[in-house]
């Protein structure tokens, strides 16, 4: 079932970067996700405006449970709505959703690299994208897009690290997994299968 999921995702991904979406909003389907929800997969993503998942894996109302924060920066609250997902709705795939030119991590390597404190709760955010940034450096080559790369595959680990959704991932109810939206051409990348 999880990769029945994953490929329904990225056949959604296919037909929204063809401009061939099918997705179903009429009355008739609010009305019908009203009464339970029923999500095939879980979106961990980042909050930035251009990364609408709905849309990006052309799903409609109550499809997809949808968590998202600057930069995939996982907390207690995060954390517990993902378990929440997997304990309560049974949703087999979990994503953790980057995309190109990502402002948190940009704005998390400016901070790094000034060695400045950011403004108010922002610090918090780069402070836990820091661990990205410095893998990234390490790693060579355009520090931004690896620090995209880097934070998908931190994220992933975490979960994978976690004691409710490894027990889901070990029985095989759950696959976790970690991909990229590239903004321009739309299309979704897989980074960690």
């Given at each position: 079932m999880p990769n029945a999921a994953l490929r329904r995702l990225l056949q959604g991904n296919a037909r929204f970067v063809a401009e061939n979406s099918e997705s179903d909003e009429t009355t008739q389907r609010r009305i019908a996700a009203?009464?339970?929800?029923?999500?095939?997969?879980?979106?961990?993503?980042?909050?930035?405006?251009?990364?609408?998942p709905e849309l990006i894996f052309d799903q409609g109302i109550g499809d997809l449970f949808v968590i998202r924060?600057?930069?995939?920066v996982l907390d207690r609250?995060?954390?517990?709505?993902?378990?929440?997902?997997?304990a309560e709705l049974n949703i087999p795939l979990l994503m953790v959703l980057g995309h190109t030119g990502c402002g948190?991590?940009?704005?998390?390597?400016?901070?790094?690299?000034?060695?400045?404190?950011?403004?108010?709760?922002?610090?918090?955010?780069?402070e836990a994208l820091a661990p990205?940034?410095?893998?990234?450096?390490?790693?060579?080559?355009?520090?931004?897009?690896?620090?995209?790369?880097?934070?998908?595959?931190?994220?992933?680990?975490?979960?994978?690290?976690t004691p409710?959704?490894?027990?889901?991932?070990?029985?095989?109810?759950?696959?976790?997994?970690?991909a990229c939206y590239d903004l321009e051409t739309g299309q979704v990348q897989m980074i960690v299968p």
């Open positions: 009203a009464r339970a929800q029923t999500p095939f997969a879980t979106i961990f993503g980042c909050v930035d405006s251009r990364v609408s924060t600057a930069g995939q609250a995060v954390l517990g709505s993902l378990e929440f997902g997997v948190a991590m940009k704005a998390a390597i400016q901070a790094l690299d000034q060695h400045g404190e950011a403004p108010a709760e922002i610090e918090y955010l780069v990205a940034v410095e893998q990234a450096r390490r790693l060579g080559g355009d520090l931004w897009s690896q620090t995209v790369r880097a934070q998908i595959g931190l994220a992933v680990d975490q979960l994978h690290r409710l959704l490894a027990n889901a991932v070990a029985t095989g109810s759950l696959k976790i997994v970690g």
